[in-house]
């Protein structure tokens, strides 16, 4: 699958080159921004080009995809997907980081699953939608469960997680994520990071402050099977 190799390595380049581009208007270092490859949907034989590229940073939505692809290539894999009651146990033992918790239950069930001498990055998800639904606390529910995840021995609160609204312009909803970021971060100092920002809009995010970009189609091309 070489011409894949060179398809894939193309188009990871044309993004990173977009990444500097936004970094540098905002006067940012490149050191400042993770880069994660969304492999959803994709066959492990792209996370292995991906790997062979350079990236160790690998985000799936379901927990059987990120099992089974996480058991083949190794890397740092994260969890941004809806969670499900069931599947924690199994998401806790493939998933380092975790960019979705929206509710306390979820919380404490990861804490009680979890290996006692583990640490499991956390980002809280935060809903930047008016009607909420999508997933995501409302900001005003974001400093309770911090507080919440502070106090969990084994998760570590890294910052916050949004998407941007459908039919919403990202560049609107980004400026507001930027203002609740901003306060949270007074807040929980220790916890400074801002994942934000997918294919269709992740210069905007870098703009507003993104510091872990999740990024799938730009990368690997369009999902035959979308979900
Ligand atoms: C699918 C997905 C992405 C990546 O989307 P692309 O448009 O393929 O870059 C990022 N974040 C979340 C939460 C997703 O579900």
Known sequence: MNARHDEIAR?????????????????????????????KTYPVSDVEILRELGIHDFAENRDREGSEKSAEVPGTWHFQGQIQSNKI?????????????????????????LPESSQMSVFIQVSLDPQPGRGGVRPEQIAPLAEMVMRASRLKL????AVAPLGENPESAFSRLAQIHSD??????????????????????VIHGATHLRIGSSILGSRSHDR
């Not at 890294?158 to 997680?161: F, R, T, V």
């Not at 949270?184 to 995010?205: V, Y």
């Open 11 to 39: 188009a990871l380049l044309t993004v990173k080159t977009r990444i500097n581009q936004a970094l540098k208007i905002s006067h940012r270092d490149p050191g400042e921004v993770t880069l994660i490859a969304v492999t």
């Open 89 to 113: 146990s199994s998401i806790a033992k493939w998933a380092k980081v975790l960019h979705s918790l929206d509710e306390v239950r979820h919380l404490e069930n990861f804490e009680r699953v």
């Open 158 to 161: 890294e910052g916050l997680m």
């Open 184 to 205: 949270f971060r007074l807040q929980f100092p220790d916890s400074p990071f801002l994942s934000a920002g997918m294919s269709g809009d992740f210069e905007k995010a």
